[in-house]
């Protein structure tokens, strides 16, 4: 069981959130990024710099996931097909991406790619607040929880 970060648009607080529960779960914590990223020192916590280009990073945590491995993501594409490999994704406002709901968010995500293209403006995500924060923290509490009693 390991948990993978998709890193280069990881918000900070979040990635801080995971170093700690890497040392509090002992749980093996992946930042992949195409730039190189400071992550503190420990035996649970690694940074892989992938080469530059679109969807490197992307390919890479697909490549590396296994089932029942956790993919930290708001990149509802990467989150599909971690999904699809029998991954937990979870985005950095604790929205867990499942079976259930994957599909419906990528046709919504697409949809709204079409209208943008298309010249209307869609605006951008809101700012993350402390509410989603405390989201985050909870989802992933509970996928440790739910983990380690399967372990």
């Given at each position: 069981m390991s948990i993978w970060v998709d890193a280069d648009a990881c918000p900070g607080v979040i990635k801080d959130i995971l170093y700690r529960a890497a040392e509090r779960?002992?749980?093996?914590?992946?930042?992949?990024?195409?730039?190189?990223?400071?992550?503190?020192r420990s035996q649970w916590i690694r940074m892989v710099q992938v080469p530059r280009g679109f969807d490197v990073a992307d390919n890479h945590i697909v490549a590396q996931v296994m089932s029942?491995?956790?993919?930290?993501?708001?990149?509802?594409?990467?989150?599909?097909?971690?999904?699809?490999k029998g991954a937990s994704a979870l985005n950095p406002r604790g929205e867990l991406y499942t079976c259930d709901n994957v599909q419906g968010l990528l046709d919504m995500r697409?949809?709204?790619?079409?209208?943008?293209?298309?010249?209307?403006?869609?605006?951008?995500?809101?700012?993350?607040?402390?509410?989603?924060?405390?989201?985050?923290?909870?989802?992933?509490?509970?996928?440790?929880l739910q983990h380690q009693q399967n372990s």
């Open positions: 779960a002992a749980i093996a914590v992946t930042l992949v990024a195409n730039s190189g990223l400071q992550v503190p029942g491995d956790l993919v930290i993501t708001a990149d509802i594409p990467l989150a599909a097909a971690v999904v699809a697409n949809f709204m790619d079409t209208l943008r293209s298309s010249g209307v403006e869609t605006g951008g995500p809101r700012a993350l607040s402390n509410n989603d924060r405390q989201a985050f923290a909870k989802q992933l509490d509970r996928w440790l």
